[in-house]
């Protein structure tokens, strides 16, 4: 909650208080860092924090490098061009946003465009029209992990994983990533990192994986990247 000051430029003294209150909503910062795989099968799921926010504010998602929110078209590359929210349970300050499943799975960046309740021609509905999603909200990477070449029992096999889109990746370049082979046990493994019943959060690496050592337990893995790349 804000009030305002107001100066005439009639000396640097003349600052008068203006007794009207607004209140600032949406989501909290234009810098938040969301992560979805790019897959036909798992949906893409982004938590939006913010002050009042609520399940109609809705969030679309626009190129990172020609992109613009409020002015570029909805993003088509996900199965929703405007998101479903849902409400998290006895919080009412976070959303979950499903932008469905990727149309093409390719790893790519984007922008997370943000409708806090907005109508830019005051007709129809709110958040129905690109120009409503007008408040950036932060990056959207979406990563993929493939193979080089086809795995062979025993033999040793290099995995690419992908950060977004080339030169504008969101994964770190240093030697401090890690990554873990787990069993598709069930579908919990593609739950999104905030669900506290995320798969990938507790399972042990697979015993089918040999070599090179890398996991001692659940989170403690070892195994460096051996080439780190914008490309």
Not at 132 to 160: C, E, I, N, S
Request: aromatic residues 10%; hydrophobic residues 35%.
């Amino acid at each position: 909650e804000f009030e305002t000051c107001y100066l005439d430029g009639v000396g640097v003294g003349n600052w008068r208080h203006i007794p009207a209150k607004f209140v600032v909503q949406g989501s909290y910062s234009n810098a938040q860092v969301f992560w979805c795989v790019a897959s036909h099968v798992v949906q893409c799921q982004l938590m939006i924090i913010g002050l009042g926010v609520k399940t109609s504010w809705l969030v679309t998602s626009v190129d990172y490098l020609g992109g613009t929110c409020g002015v570029s078209s909805l993003g088509n590359d996900f199965v929703h061009n405007r998101s479903v929210g849902a409400a998290v349970a006895a919080n009412q300050s976070r959303i979950i946003h499903s932008l469905g499943t990727k149309q093409v799975a390719v790893a790519k960046t984007y922008k997370v465009c943000y409708c806090p309740g907005y109508n830019d021609d005051n007709i129809g509905y709110t958040c129905g029209e690109s120009e409503d999603f007008v408040q950036l909200a932060g990056v959207l990477y979406t990563t993929k992990a493939t193979p080089k070449h086809t795995p062979y029992p025993l033999l040793m096999f290099d995995l690419r994983l992908e950060c977004g889109s080339s030169g504008a990746g969101g994964c770190p370049m240093s030697s401090s990533m890690r990554l873990k082979i787990v069993d598709q046990a069930s579908n919990n493994n593609n739950l999104p990192f905030f669900d506290s019943s995320s798969g990938c959060r507790s399972a042990p690496e697979t015993s089918n994986y040999f070599l090179p050592l890398n996991c001692a337990g659940v989170t403690s893995c070892a195994l460096e990247p051996t080439l780190v790349s914008t490309d």
